[in-house]
């Protein structure tokens, strides 16, 4: 049983940065892998990124690959979202979710447990 708490969004020029958090509950955080998804009104919800349980693989959708950043704290219980380089496009509600498996999944499908989101919005 996990529950998710994402923190940190707000609005943004483009071009700036942020950086999202998630908290998670529970001791058997380090067991699961972790994903950030996205989704825009109107929009189905996209994959953003994902890390393995120990943080030593991550993966990235390719519009986020070189400005995005996933990372996670076990000992805190707490993965992150570092956001550089903001495109307008980038607005969204951000999601933190646990797969409740070792290995990452770019599915929503595959993901057991969601924080309730935190809205990001870029401005020109």
């Known amino acids: 049983q996990v529950q998710l708490v994402e923190s940190g969004g707000g609005l943004v020029q483009a071009g700036g940065s942020l950086r999202l958090s998630c908290a998670a509950s529970?001791?058997?955080?380090?067991?699961?892998?972790m994903g950030w998804f996205r989704q825009a009104p109107g929009k189905e919800r996209e994959f953003v990124a994902a890390?393995?349980?120990?943080?030593?693989?991550?993966y990235y959708t390719d519009s986020v690959k070189g400005r995005f950043t996933i990372s996670r704290d076990n000992a805190k219980r707490t993965v992150y979202l570092q956001m550089n380089s903001l495109k307008l496009e980038d607005t969204a509600v951000y999601y933190c979710?646990?797969?409740?498996?070792?290995?990452?999944?770019?599915?929503?499908?595959?993901?057991?447990?969601w924080g309730q989101g935190t809205q990001v919005t870029v401005s020109s």
């Open positions: 979710a646990a797969r409740g498996y070792p290995s990452y999944s770019t599915s929503s499908r595959d993901y057991a447990y």
């Open positions: 890390i393995s349980r120990s943080g030593g693989a991550t």
């Open positions: 529970g001791r058997t955080f380090s067991s699961y892998a």
